[in-house]
């Protein structure tokens, strides 16, 4: 592989470290936020129907909500699996295979793939006949999290991927230039007497 220019391989190093730096705070917010989030809305669905709570004992409540947290709990932490795992896929040396996966990671970390997080808590709910909840945007887990998913992390990422592809081409021309130079290097050779 060809040897990126100097200027193109800091600024993409750099746009690199600003996008993982976005991911793992969005990651982080996930991680800790989230679930709380999801919750917060639980509540407010059940509170909302207060004849079907009256219906329940409490202990069969206190079980159901321990059910729905666990849930919640369980598929918050498979989107922070894969989060971390398209992170990681940043950290390839790799060029063309990242640049492949940009788009994929591009779809992935939309507000709209982290409220799939609630389809199965609102199977739960309805199975009890609440209402399904729905987090309403990034600002339903936090103000910080809207900015994040919303501003900084695809402004990053477009800067990234627009970088990631000049320096495919880049490579990819050099490449092109080097079989050249070598396909005209054997022609010039002059046959061997015989």
Do not use: C
């Not at 207060?50 to 666990?70: H, N």
């Not at 997080?117 to 809207?146: C, W």
């Amino acid at each position: 592989m060809a040897p990126l220019d100097p200027g193109l391989l800091r600024d993409l190093t750099e746009a690199k470290a600003d996008l993982a730096r976005h991911g793992i705070v969005i990651v982080r917010t996930i991680e800790t936020e989230l679930e709380p989030a999801i919750m917060a809305e639980v509540k407010g669905s059940m509170a909302s129907s207060p004849r079907k709570l009256a219906q329940m004992e409490e202990d069969e409540l206190d079980k159901f909500v321990d059910r729905l947290r666990k849930l919640a709990e369980k598929k918050v932490g498979e989107l922070r699996g894969l989060y971390v795992r398209l992170l990681a896929k940043l950290g390839t040396e790799d060029l063309r295979s990242l640049v492949n996966e940009l788009e994929g990671i591009e779809q992935l970390m939309k507000w709209d793939r982290i409220t799939k997080t609630v389809e199965p808590v609102n199977e739960k709910l309805a199975e009890k006949g609440f209402r399904p909840i729905e987090l309403q945007g990034p600002e339903s887990v936090s103000d910080g999290f809207l900015v994040e998913l919303d501003q900084k992390w695809p402004a990053a990422f477009e800067r990234f991927k627009t970088l990631a592809i000049q320096a495919e081409k880049g490579i990819e021309e050099d490449e092109a230039e080097t079989r050249t130079t070598r396909a005209s290097h054997k022609t010039k050779k002059t046959p061997r007497k015989g």
